[in-house]
């Protein structure tokens, strides 16, 4: 099961830092990824990182602004979303990719006003 939270209303510019808690007892060989999904558009990928090794991958329209990590001591993985902008307003969610299995979380809504 996985557990966002963090999201809200922030003006352009701001930041907010998402997090991401899993009840599963080792992420370990996990990769961990945050999506998000714009109202009428399809869900697309935003960073992950693979929970072992913390090697992380951005999406082009958040390099530089958003960085992934993770806390091993608290099976979390967090968001930090800085110099926000209009169009990174959407539902963020929170994967985990086990290889044979994946979870999603509920979702965290973003709203960033200009």
């Known amino acids: 099961q996985l557990v966002e939270s963090g999201g809200g209303l922030v003006q352009a510019g701001g930041s907010l830092r998402l997090s991401c808690a899993a009840s599963?007892?080792?992420?370990?060989?996990?990769?961990m990824g945050w999506f998000r999904q714009a109202p009428g558009k399809e869900r697309e990928f935003v960073a992950s990182?693979?929970?072992?090794?913390?090697?992380?991958v951005y999406a082009d329209s958040v390099k530089g602004r958003f960085t992934i990590s993770r806390d091993n001591t608290k099976n979390t993985v967090y968001l930090q979303m800085n110099s926000l902008k209009p169009e990174d307003t959407a539902v963020y969610y929170c994967?985990?990719?086990?290889?044979?299995?994946?979870?999603w979380g509920q979702g965290t809504l973003v709203t960033v006003s200009s």
């Open positions: 994967h985990a990719n086990f290889g044979l299995s994946d979870a």
């Open positions: 599963r007892r080792t992420l370990s060989g996990a990769t």
């Open positions: 990182i693979v929970w072992s090794a913390g090697s992380t």
